[in-house]
């Protein structure tokens, strides 16, 4: 059921999407315009969205017929086993977001990073130390590109 409610959320999306990049301005001497790109990745969008949704409710009408059926909670142990890295990791992306505006865009960066790589990845202490190496080549690379080529400010808290 979930994978139909996300199917009508991203047809809602391609729909918005189109809409909106009819608005972009045209040029006259080409077909195309700054909006065509827009416009093909949204109706890319919305089929396959549409075909999610008909798989999935074709599944549901299947297994409807077949078998007891599980209790919230066994359905919520489920979904959590199978959906759990997916979960984790979604959590430590809203703290990031959250730190950034009190530590910082390099330490929180750095930090998340390694707690994301830990999570997904192996916990071995050569992989650990990997993981941190890339994470500090990485955030402190983006971070000078960023400020000092294209003068684009990052969120500064009180380490940097």
């Known amino acids: 059921m979930g994978e139909i409610l996300i199917g009508l959320a991203l047809i809602a999306l391609g729909l918005v999407i189109y809409f909106q990049s009819t608005d972009f301005p045209a040029l006259n001497e080409v077909h195309l315009d700054a909006g065509s790109f827009p416009q093909l990745v949204a109706v890319l969008l919305i089929l396959l969205s549409l075909l999610l949704i008909i798989k999935k409710g074709l599944e549901l009408l299947r297994s409807k017929s077949t078998g007891p059926r599980p209790s919230a909670s066994e359905k919520f142990r489920e979904f959590y086993v199978e959906y759990r890295l997916v979960i984790l990791t979604l959590a430590v992306f809203l703290l990031y977001i959250f730190s950034m505006q009190f530590i910082g865009f390099v330490v929180?960066?750095?930090?998340?990073?390694?707690?994301?790589?830990?999570?997904?990845?192996?916990?071995?202490?050569?992989?650990?130390?990997?993981?941190?190496?890339?994470?500090?080549?990485?955030?402190?690379?983006?971070?000078?590109?960023?400020?000092?080529v294209l003068n684009v400010r990052f969120p500064s808290g009180i380490f940097f």
């Open 108 to 148: 929180s960066t750095i930090i998340f990073i390694i707690f994301t790589g830990l999570l997904v990845g192996s916990r071995a202490k050569k992989d650990i130390i990997v993981i941190t190496i890339v994470s500090v080549a990485i955030t402190l690379g983006t971070y000078f590109f960023f400020e000092n």
